[in-house]
């Protein structure tokens, strides 16, 4: 008879650089039974991915350091079965250009637009997830 423990749980890395939204993140993701890492910025989160890949990245695309773009362009790269969600509050500050539309031309999965709530989150991961996702 099998473990049930030795299943594998669905592993997501959060990447942003504000740390009360990475928290937010993490706590409704773990909640929700999935294995979740955080970064602070892209270079981390490569580094991360590199130490113990996850399923599931979930970036934010305005950070220091390797900003969200580049982030999901070496992911794509080096790791093109991680499947990704953008993040950004979008055209905030007066900045007439949508980010996240940017991000759906590069090829992410799903984009977030911030602020959103533990409901809209796991909804997303769940549907880029699809048959991977736990239930």
Do not use: W
């Not at 929700?32 to 970064?39: C, I, K, L, P, T």
């Not at 892209?42 to 950070?63: C, K, N, W, Y």
């Amino acid at each position: 008879m099998a473990d049930l423990n030795s299943k594998k749980r669905t592993a997501i890395l959060v990447v942003d650089d504000n740390e009360d939204i990475r928290t937010f993140m993490c706590l409704a993701l773990e909640e929700a039974g999935y294995e979740v890492r955080s970064a602070a910025e892209g270079a981390q989160a490569l580094a991360r991915q590199h130490e113990r890949p996850a399923d599931l990245l979930i970036t934010d695309i305005f950070m220091p350091i390797l900003e969200g773009f580049e982030t999901i362009s070496r992911f794509k790269a080096e790791f093109p079965q991680t499947r990704i969600i953008a993040m950004s509050a979008g055209s905030s500050s007066g900045m007439k250009h949508d980010y996240l539309s940017t991000a759906g031309l590069v090829g992410v999965d799903a984009t977030l637009y911030k602020p959103f709530g533990p409901d809209k989150l796991l909804d997303t991961v769940r549907t880029v997830l699809g048959s991977r996702s736990l239930e």
